[in-house]
């Protein structure tokens, strides 16, 4: 078949079920995608559209001749009586070779989401913190991260979708140019990427990531510091160890309330004991822990997204 | 002796009958074969550790050694027969002469498939930045000015971030303070870098996007009349408000060519924010953006 100058082989999404082979000359592909950047070149012996031959999958790319070309194309019934004419066994290697190429196609997918997450995170926690702001425009974010880790706008837009499912930001506007990232929390981002930077770089789990008893206790504190109509004072909010026990005898499905279910929480200095904390004298000992409010509301919600981040990502 | 007859050319594969418990390919064997299974039941076990695992069980019509034969990627686990089988073996003299006899665009396409997928799994190691001194730049235009980073910190983090190579991290560090954007201070652990201004590494990061779309960057465009009146313009107070012809009229008075052209010229370079009722105030931001860019032209430039 011969394609003049200019001409178009087919669109990106046209339905299609044949294989070209380049003769001779120049046909370039692109995809919407990829707009701007830079065209794919397929010279004499190149082959596009195996996914169309051999699953009627549409087509992946945009394809125009650059310069006057011959190409070959092959049809799904010469492909049946080439296999027809060969052990059934080559058949079996194409089905594998093709459902190999998509897994790694998947994996390829997962992992460029998984890589630009921490990405995300770094650009979106320096931003609030340069400019005190708890929003930043999608089009700012999208050309850093893209100049960071030359990650697609595309790709940025899904793991916006993900982190907005797990409540952590909103994507406000309906103009493109005007969108905003706006955040529930100012800590929580830069939080998230501390704790997956923490991972990454030492092998192991960050202290932001709290054991259930340690949760247990904080949502205990938090479900009295609500309920008590003290105000925060600098942030700190103040419960008696009292009230602590009483409140964990209702709502830790029995756990018994002592020194050394508090000592880790005291250790990581989320909690303050009013007075010097001995993990082997009785709780009473202290009469009120103190703690920074916003940290612990912050923490906690950390740990609530934290389990459900791959999953929620892949 | 070429008979033209290139089917005479093929080695057949090998059907065999196996006995359950019959181990059918060990990867300790080196051999690069296809199994086909045809009837009854094979199982791919995993010996780590001296653990029997069974990693995956092999029905009628299931096949292992693709990757193996065409991509010379170790299968990694035995294969045993779990009850007596029927199993064909494609070697590799088979697979070869087999191959010889398809037609050339059926060879691409298995080549195609295969390569693709290599690509796929290759670029899973690599870094997908191909510009890496301007990722770095973007990197380090988040960090605190003037605050000294241990190096080996940075890399570290940097690297996790971008998969880029810490030895090309290094090297990328030392490219941006030959233009003097960091400092780099110390020596072996005790190294450390610092950020002289972030506003130049952000104007670095722009002049690179620009190169790369090949596009003329705006600052360095900058005729020398323009140059002049941006230079006015930052002596003015950013409070100074005027409409538009008093703007001009200003300019005129400091002897700078002026006109309309020149006044929409220096909205669109975003010098002036519009306020209330048709007046214009210098854009503080853009203006020390547009002089830092001409005052580190060279160092943007790399032309030191």
Redesign the interface.
Known sequence: MHIATGEYVCLEGDKANT?F?VKSGMLVGSTKADA?APLQNFGP?S?VG?FS??ESEPRDLTLRAAEDTEI?V?EQHT?QS?LDK??G??K???T???A??RI??E??RK??LI?AL??LL??FS??LK?TGADSIPLSLLH??IL?????PDEETDNLLKSLESLGLLKVCGSNDADKNVKVESLQIIPLLYETL?YR??NQKVSPNILSMTEQMVLTTFVKIARESNVPLQNGLCTITTEQLKAEAKKSMHGLTLTSRTIAPLVEKKLLEPSSAFDIHAPLESVNFFFADFEKILDLLELNRIFPLLDKSLV | MITGDSRQQVIPPTRSRVKAGFVVYSPDSGERNIIILDEGELAAIDRNNGIKTTVFKMHPGDLVGVAALLEHENFRYAIEATEDSTITVVTEECMESELKTLPVWMLAVIRSLSSKTRKLKDALHHTRCENTLKSLAEYCNHLEAKKKYPLKDLVHEFHWLTRIPSSVVNEEIKALARRKFLVQEGTGEDTTVYVVNTLLLQIFVDYQNATEHGVNWEPFTLSLAQKRLLVKISSVDQSTSMDAPAWIAFFKEAKLQIDVTEWIRMQQFGWFKPGRGNTFSPNTDKIKYYLAALRYETNIRGVL
């Open positions: 294989l082979i701007g012996g082959i195996e031959l051999l070959l092959i492909l080439t060969h052990p066994w080559l079996s290697i194409l594998f070779l093709t190999r190429n790694a196609q994996n390829k992992n460029d890589q921490p990405s770094y650009i320096a931003h340069e050309k850093k100049a960071l880790n030359n990650t930077q990454a770089l």
